[in-house]
């Protein structure tokens, strides 16, 4: 049970170390009216919340309020087509409704977690989005226990952390110009056709960008049609910038970071 004011719930028990930021709770459990977001965590039984939006206090829950704790989404692809867990009651899942994040003067956090591979049998493609400097995309692993109690980012080696698992082409294609990228495990195993980048910042146009890929392991990339894979590769003609730090890509054959114009 929990017991919610303002913007902190309070669990009656321990709560799972993977449970964190981005973390929906929905009450009360079997007939459900309210949802909040876990923004902060100060301890293992006590979280801070905000409304699904982000910005204000949630419904407040009385003492011994049975909830429901689940993952906002339970893949990468589902979050950037906007599919909320079907585990959410219908009436209440369909909170992220907008992609204006300039317009909404917000920052999309998308938290990541190591909750078993992420397969996906198509691309990761972020596109459709109206972001600004300020107001960009970012796809992270927590870390930290003021996020979670348990950090979900690999630690160097294989399956130490949450793992996005592509096997078409161009397996991440960012085709907006304020995105980052932290702290990922991507495999891209069995990309065909012409593709030859696991990750690629795809022609943006003359905009200014600011994209940051950091923290990655990328590991196990290949063509199944012998034409090699780069790692990241940044296709862009346009101002601004691209900061690639802290990664490992091992498992290509051709260059690890490739630029192009």
Do not use: K
């Not at 899942?93 to 999309?108: I, K, P, Q, R």
């Not at 793992?163 to 991507?186: A, H, K, S």
């Not at 034409?227 to 900061?243: D, Y």
């Amino acid at each position: 049970t929990v017991t919610s004011s303002a913007t902190t719930a309070t669990f009656c028990a321990v709560m799972p170390d993977n449970v964190g930021v981005g973390d929906i709770l929905q009450y009360p459990a079997g007939a459900p009216a309210s949802l909040a977001v876990i923004v902060g965590r100060a301890s293992s039984t006590v979280y801070y919340v905000r409304t699904t939006n982000g910005q204000s206090s949630p419904t407040a829950a009385g003492g011994g309020t049975n909830v429901d704790v689940f993952r906002a989404y339970t893949s990468l692809v589902d979050w950037e087509s906007q599919d909320e867990n079907d585990s959410l009651d219908d009436a209440l899942e369909n909170f992220d409704t907008s992609t204006d994040l300039a317009a909404d003067n917000t920052v999309m956090d998308v938290a990541a977690y190591n909750d078993g591979p992420d397969v996906l049998a198509a691309p990761l493609i972020i596109d459709g989005w109206t972001t600004a400097p300020s107001n960009f995309i970012h796809i992270f692993t927590p870390t930290s226990v003021s996020q979670v109690g348990e950090s979900q980012r690999h630690n160097g080696t294989l399956d130490s952390g949450y793992q996005l698992d592509i096997t078409g082409n161009y397996g991440i294609d960012i085709l907006e110009n304020n995105v980052r990228l932290e702290g990922i495990e991507y495999t891209n195993n069995n990309s065909s056709g012409s593709s030859r980048a696991a990750l690629r910042i795809n022609d943006l146009g003359s905009g200014t960008i600011d994209i940051r890929i950091s923290y990655m392991y990328a590991h196990d990339l290949t063509n199944t049609n012998d034409l090699g894979m780069h790692g990241i590769e940044i296709n862009h003609i346009g101002e601004g910038s691209v900061w690639i730090y802290n990664n490992i890509i091992i498992g290509d054959d051709r260059a690890g970071i490739r630029g192009i114009s």
